[in-house]
């Protein structure tokens, strides 16, 4: 099933409304997932249009292929991979962040069939939609508004996607899957194991499951190896911290001119350094 961000399936408190809305959340992007991929043209027709500005450029050297053949054996794994935890009744999922990005897409794609008003188009459900409501008001105490916008966004995959304004989204933690991704994916990736990515929780291991969760062996020539990557990212925070103390750093010359000015200070005041420095702010 789907792992809810608005709720904690492990928090005692919500672990009921996780076990009414997730179901609900899953079935939704399951049954969108059935009617974006009908066929295997399918699934080739989404990824000419997500691969359409180079998405997966120079990521098929490191497979001894082409971009596209590697690009598209990744992209279809990862959907299958998808669809597989969201139909696993017993545990809850979050798609990382290359899935996230996929789900992304595919939520645009649903929403542009909708803007257009495609003829096949039945993922409008208000009957369930005011059900979903009344149940999050009654039984799980939810404010009206609250309720309303839960059941909107519970309901409509193509209503799914984070926006500006949105700080309670129920499926996107955050949009992490545009910026690391906004190169295309072999520039996410190293950004991903560089010591940035690895500062915001992700790094080495982290991207070697983007792989091997879809039984990939992962790219060695492209993510190195765990003590490389290790070593690499320790020398770079040691050259930021060097820079940082460097810029607050007082020379031997400044440190004696800021104690004779304290004492300056201190005489005038008729005090002593020490009950001086109590005065001072930040001290």
């Not at 798609?95 to 803007?115: H, K, N, P, S, T």
């Not at 257009?116 to 409501?133: H, P, S, Y």
């Not at 009206?144 to 839960?150: D, H, P, S």
């Not at 050259?239 to 103390?245: G, S």
Request: glycine content about 4%; overall charge negative; proline content about 2%.
């Amino acid at each position: 099933m789907f792992r809810l961000v608005y709720f904690r399936e492990d928090d005692p408190n919500e672990a009921e409304i996780v076990r009414y809305l997730s179901p609900i959340v899953t079935k939704t992007i399951l049954d969108a997932f059935a009617y974006l991929f009908k066929s295997e043209d399918d699934y080739r027709s989404a990824y000419q249009i997500l691969s359409r500005n180079n998405f997966f450029r120079d990521f098929g050297q490191y497979y001894l292929t082409s971009d596209d053949t590697a690009g598209y054996e990744l992209y279809r794994r990862k959907l299958e991979r998808m669809q597989e935890k969201l139909r696993d009744p017993d545990e809850y999922y979050t798609f990382d962040v290359l899935e996230e990005r996929i789900f992304c897409f595919c939520i645009a794609e649903m929403e542009a069939r909708y803007e257009r008003g495609a003829k096949d188009f039945a993922f409008i459900n208000l009957k369930q939609e005011e059900e979903v409501t009344v149940t999050l008001v009654n039984r799980f105490e939810l404010e009206a508004e609250t309720a309303e916008k839960l059941a909107l966004t519970a309901c409509r995959f193509h209503e799914m996607n984070l926006t500006e304004d949105d700080d309670d989204n129920l499926v996107f933690w955050d949009d992490d899957y545009l910026w690391f991704f906004r190169d295309g994916f072999v520039a996410g990736i190293k950004i991903l194991l560089d010591a940035a990515g690895e500062q915001a929780g992700y790094g080495y291991n982290y991207v070697e499951k983007i792989f091997t969760d879809v039984d990939l062996k992962p790219p060695m020539m492209l993510i190195g190896t765990a003590d490389a990557h290790r070593i690499a990212n320790d020398q770079t925070m040691e050259r930021f911290r060097e820079a940082v103390n460097q810029m607050f750093s007082v020379s031997p010359e400044e440190e004696s001119r800021w104690e004779k000015e304290r004492q300056e200070l201190a005489d005038q005041l008729g005090i002593s350094v020490e009950e001086l420095d109590e005065e001072l702010p930040f001290s």
